[in-house]
């Protein structure tokens, strides 16, 4: 459960203590322990510029994980970690609870699961829901029990035919999975369950993540009847040198078709992922590969790893992600949790901390060798006074403002076209971490071919902005294949130096000779999430500019490279959607 992480870094870290409008211009969240049962004065409640205006959060407190998404009776259901006490974690977290008839605008409900029972006393911690024959909902989670051991329970809807699933029960049963002498489990590192799936032998499976010594293990139980599970004699896959893998999640893609598949399909046409998140690095990776029936393991396609060289959803501040088959539209939406950037203090001051990412689908890319993931398309309906950004040649050393869009909250596609490589650098073969990489060369540092990109969450004058940006290198090893950075540059988005302003980078497998190179960036007051190449890597950063905030925040397009570059796209304001208000708040 990715609380953990961040719960003990509190502990040893804070211990320490257009029609284009143009003007040519040349993981970690810090809480304390103090705060974990604090009660927000009502004045931490009043309106401020960081609170989102279309992504999830609750009214108030820290909120974590991402729990069990599902649809049921065409109503899409959201849980997620919460803390009610405070804006640190706790550990008595609880599951909130809210619903959506789009993915966009959501109605908070009461808690749906609270630490109640011997087998959850000390925490309703991460899971799970699945299906069951007949459209019936279970909820697999971690509870902390009256031993301070990790065990999993299962939970019901007390109502069938209530399409909000406002209350649950928890089984007599429980708990079901538990750590033994025998089975030489780990206590306190065995947690959160997967979304469970029919075999072929109409056997139920799931997945618990675990670790022995420094493996990463994802055990794997299996059941006939959904309340009787037995643990596997062998992992279903394992990672030495990874420590604690932490909320897995295991589902099919499929290699052909556009649409995402039910958790138990599986086939020729199939391949299938294992997103694992790293109790230790505070990152999480994914494979792809194939799920052999027979020995009932996953095996990862070869160069596919768990670790600095694998595959991430997210090279940002992305955490303890859980996906869901949307049976209604034949898709697999992705959730994720975005940790702060602010300090404890001014999570204390605005009385809230972290978010949910954005909703997204996600697909095979026609390579088959990763996946690509876009922002669910209903959140375009929140589009508003759109700006087009006409076929524009942005000279090496200059510096656009996008005029006519609300710059705090908006929606930005835009696409670049390179036709000159002559003056594009040639990558270092050392520099093969695109973090590290995108630090040493920000966006103040002069290229051949980039930076180039766009400046958000910009001040006027530019003493405050987010950059996010590209940068092309031709290979170190052949002259005709050119490598294409993508960065996140969060080292001046702020003038308050409390913030984690860490600066983030990917490698997006694009060819520029070939293909147009697109961005979009997602704004909202204290977020940016940013999607290269048409999915291929995601970037999302937190950020907290004092000078650019509501009507002072400005958008700029900008190419800062030697070489010239051409960039046409689209601009929108963003509408504020209706997240978890209360009646009260809606009457005011």
């Known amino acids: ?26 993981g970690s969240h810090h809480a304390c ?3 974990l049962n604090l009660e927000l004065p009502s004045t931490c409640q009043a309106k401020e510029p960081y609170r989102t205006g279309y992504h999830f959060q609750p009214p108030k407190n820290w909120i974590n994980d991402p729990n069990g998404p599902l649809i049921y009776k ?24 809210s619903t959506s008839n789009d993915l966009v605008n959501w109605t908070p409900h009461d808690d749906a699961l609270n630490p109640s029972q011997p087998f959850d006393i000390n925490g309703c911690w991460s899971g799970s829901a699945t299906i069951l024959p007949g459209e019936k909902p279970a909820i697999f989670y971690t509870g902390i029990n009256s031993e301070n051991e990790q065990v999993q329970n299962l939970a019901f809807p007390k109502n069938l035919s209530d399409p909000f699933l406002r209350e649950w029960v928890k089984i ?24 469970a799936w029919l075999g072929i032998d109409n056997k139920w499976r799931l997945v618990i993540g675990s670790k022995k010594n420094q493996t990463g293990l994802a055990i794997l139980y299996v059941s006939e009847d959904f309340l009787h599970w037995t643990m596997a004699n062998h992992p279903f896959h394992s990672a030495k040198e990874n420590g604690m893998w932490e909320c897995p999640d295991f589902f099919p893609v499929s290699k052909s078709s556009p649409i995402g598949l039910d958790t138990s399909i599986n086939g020729p046409d199939v391949k299938h992922v294992l997103k694992v998140s790293l109790f230790d690095t505070a990152k999480e990776y994914y494979t792809i590969g194939t799920y052999n029936l027979d020995k009932d393991i996953y095996n990862p396609d070869k160069g596919s790893v768990e670790s600095d060289s694998g595959l991430r959803y997210d090279y940002g501040k992305f955490y303890a992600s859980k996906s869901f088959f949307d049976s209604a539209k034949n898709r697999r939406i992705l959730w994720g949790w ?43 309906k929140l589009r508003t006074k759109l700006v087009r950004l006409p076929s524009t040649v942005i000279k090496g050393g200059s510096l656009h403002e996008v005029l006519g869009v609300t710059a705090a909250q908006a929606d930005v596609e835009v696409t670049f076209e390179m036709s000159d490589f002559e003056k594009t650098e040639v990558l270092d073969s050392s520099w093969t971490d695109p973090q590290i990489l995108c630090s040493k ?33 031709k290979s170190h090893n052949n002259n005709n294949k050119y490598v294409v950075l993508m960065c996140s540059d969060q080292s001046r988005s702020s003038l308050n130096e409390d913030n984690d302003k860490t600066t983030y980078g990917a490698f997006v497998n694009v060819d520029p000779l070939h ?5 979009r960036s997602l704004i909202d007051h204290s977020i940016v999430e940013s999607f290269g190449g048409e999915g291929k890597a995601c970037i999302t950063t937190r950020v907290y500019p004092i000078l650019a905030v ?3 925040t400005h958008l700029y397009a900008f190419n800062y490279g030697r070489e010239s570059v051409k960039i046409t796209g689209s601009a929108w304001s963003m509408k504020t959607a209706n997240i978890n208000r209360s009646r009260k708040e809606d009457n005011e």
């Not at 949910?356 to 398309?377: F, H, M, N, Y």
């Open 1 to 26: 459960m990715a609380l953990m992480i961040f719960s003990l870094r509190i502990f040893f870290f804070l211990s320490l203590l257009l029609s284009f409008g143009v003007i040519e211009l040349e």
């Open 441 to 473: 060369k920000d966006a103040l540092v002069y290229g051949g071919l980039g930076p180039f990109g766009l400046l958000v969450l910009a001040s006027e004058s530019l003493q405050e902005y987010t950059a996010v940006f590209y940068r092309i290198f």
């Open 338 to 380: 975005s940790n702060e950037s602010s300090s404890a203090n001014d999570d204390i001051k605005k009385g809230w901390s972290g978010l949910q990412a954005i909703p997204r689908t996600l697909l095979l890319d026609k390579s088959g060798k990763q996946l690509v993931q876009w922002p669910v398309e209903e959140l375009e």
């Open 33 to 35: 322990s103090n705060l």
């Open 515 to 519: 293909e147009k190179l697109s961005l």
């Open 172 to 195: 007599p049963q429980n708990p079901l999975m538990i750590p033994t002498q025998a089975n030489q489990i780990n206590a306190d590192s065995f947690r959160d369950p997967t979304t």
């Open 550 to 552: 509501d009507n002072n």
């Open 74 to 97: 065409n109503v899409y259901h959201h849980f997620y970690q919460y803390n009610p006490d405070g804006v640190a974690w706790s550990p008595n977290i609880v599951w909130a609870h």
